[in-house]
């Protein structure tokens, strides 16, 4: 059964920084390409940031270019999204998701597995 499941979120300070997790279980995700969305009260889902396959392409949302970072480690099945500079507008809940075929992709519609996600709030 293939399974996405998040941690790292929490409550955290202006300035702060968290670091999210997304461990995958029933399969390697070594042939995909893994991303990060963020959804916020009363909002859509938005992109965050995407990797392609082996972590030699990365992308990000203009809103946290600088300041969050998205790598894996194949090895461990694990990817992950270090959170820096964190901002109040930064609250929302993470999810990770995976999508075939390897390429790194802003579009959510090209994701086929999503975790439950995990609540990121930053206070002002």
């Known amino acids: 059964q293939v399974q996405l499941v998040e941690s790292g979120g929490g409550l955290v300070q202006a300035g702060g920084s968290l670091r999210l997790s997304c461990v995958c279980s029933g399969w390697t995700i070594s042939t995909y390409g893994m991303g990060w969305f963020r959804q916020a009260p009363g909002k859509e889902r938005a992109f965050v940031a995407t990797?392609?396959?082996?972590?030699?392409?990365?992308d990000y949302a203009d809103s946290v270019k600088g300041r969050f970072t998205i790598s894996r480690d194949n090895a461990k099945n694990t990817v992950y999204l270090q959170m820096n500079s964190l901002k109040a507008e930064d609250t929302a809940v993470y999810y990770c998701?995976?999508?075939?075929?390897?390429?790194?992709?802003?579009?959510?519609?090209?994701?086929?597995?999503w975790g439950q996600g995990t609540q990121v709030t930053v206070s002002s």
């Open positions: 998701a995976a999508r075939l075929g390897g390429y790194a992709s802003r579009r959510f519609q090209d994701y086929a597995y």
């Open positions: 990797i392609n396959w082996s972590g030699g392409v990365s």
